[in-house]
T-cell receptor
Framework: NAGVTQTPKFQVLKTGQSMTLQCAQD?????MYWYRQDPGMGLRLIYY???????DKGEVPNGYNVSRLNKREFSLRLESAAPSQTSVYFC????????????FGSGTQLSVL | DAKTTQPPSMDCAEGRAANLPCNHS???????VYWYRQIHSQGPQYIIH???NNETNEMASLIITEDRKSSTLILPHATLRDTAVYYC????????????????FGQGTELSVKP
C-alpha cells in the first residue's frame, strides 16, 4: 500500500502561471483534504471533500479550486499563481466513522516567484 | 468543532516523560480529542484519540479530565526522535457516509527533546 501519494514533490512557478497538484489514496477512504503550511504556522485547511462528488471550502480557499475526480483522487488547482501561495501543500484522507485517523501525504513544496 | 489551546513550546529531557497539555473548554459531548505530530518537513502523523476514557497505545497515553475540558498527551520515555510539533484537535466523529467535516489544526506545541 502506498497510502497517500502527492505529485509533484517540488515545483517552481512564475507569477500568473497555473498548475494542478495531484493527490491519490489507495485506502478506500471517503474523505480527502488539502492543507497548506507556511513557515512557523500550523496547517490551514484549503478545501475538503467529505465524500466522492462533494467539495467544500476550508479556512483559506481563495485562489484555489479542487476536483474530486473519483474516490481515489483529489486535485488542487492554482489558476493564476501568486507569491502568497508559496507554501508546502499536504493532502490527507480519512475513512468516516468513529476512528477517523487522518493519513497525510509527504507534501508538495511550491515556490511562486 | 471546539477550539483548542496549547502552549507554543516545551522542552523535555531524553528518557523522561513528556506531558503535553491541551485545553478544550468548549468541547461538546460528542466530540473526540485527537493528537497528531509533525516531524520537521514531514506530513503529520496520527498518535492517539479518545472520547472520555483514558487511552493508551504503543506510541502514547491520553488522559482526559473528568469534565473533558482539557487533556494531556503523555510520551512515557521521550527520545530525540520525538522532537516534533504536536497538534491537539477536537471534532465530532461522523458515522454517516456523507457527513465528513473539516478538520482544523491549531498552532500546536513544539516539543524539543534534549540529550
Amino acid at each position: 500500500n502506498a497510502g497517500v501519494t502527492q505529485t509533484p514533490k517540488f515545483q517552481v512557478l512564475k507569477t500568473g502561471q497555473s498548475m494542478t497538484l495531484q493527490c491519490a489514496q489507495d485506502m478506500n477512504h471517503n474523505s480527502m483534504y488539502w492543507y497548506r503550511q507556511d513557515p512557523g504556522m500550523g496547517l490551514r485547511l484549503i478545501y475538503y471533500s467529505a465524500s466522492e462528488g462533494t467539495t467544500d471550502k476550508g479556512e483559506v480557499p481563495n485562489g484555489y479550486n479542487v476536483s474530486r475526480l473519483n474516490k481515489r483522487e483529489f486535485s488542487l488547482r492554482l489558476e493564476s499563481a501568486a507569491p502568497s501561495q508559496t507554501s508546502v501543500y499536504f493532502c490527507a484522507s480519512t475513512l468516516l466513522g468513529t476512528n477517523e485517523k487522518l493519513f497525510f501525504g509527504s507534501g508538495t513544496q511550491l515556490s511562486v516567484l | 468543532d471546539a477550539k483548542t489551546t496549547q502552549p507554543p513550546s516545551m522542552d523535555c529531557a531524553e528518557g523522561r516523560a513528556a506531558n503535553l497539555p491541551c485545553n478544550h473548554s468548549t468541547i461538546s459531548g460528542n466530540e473526540y480529542v485527537y493528537w497528531y505530530r509533525q516531524i520537521h518537513s514531514q506530513g503529520p502523523q496520527y498518535i492517539i484519540h479518545g472520547l472520555k476514557n483514558n487511552e493508551t497505545n504503543e506510541m502514547a497515553s491520553l488522559i482526559i479530565t473528568e469534565d473533558r475540558k482539557s487533556s494531556t498527551l503523555i510520551l512515557p520515555h521521550a527520545t530525540l526522535r520525538d522532537t516534533a510539533v504536536y497538534y491537539c484537535i477536537v471534532r465530532v466523529a461522523r458515522q454517516v457516509y456523507n457527513q465528513g467535516g473539516k478538520l482544523i489544526f491549531g498552532q500546536g506545541t513544539e516539543l524539543s527533546v534534549k540529550p
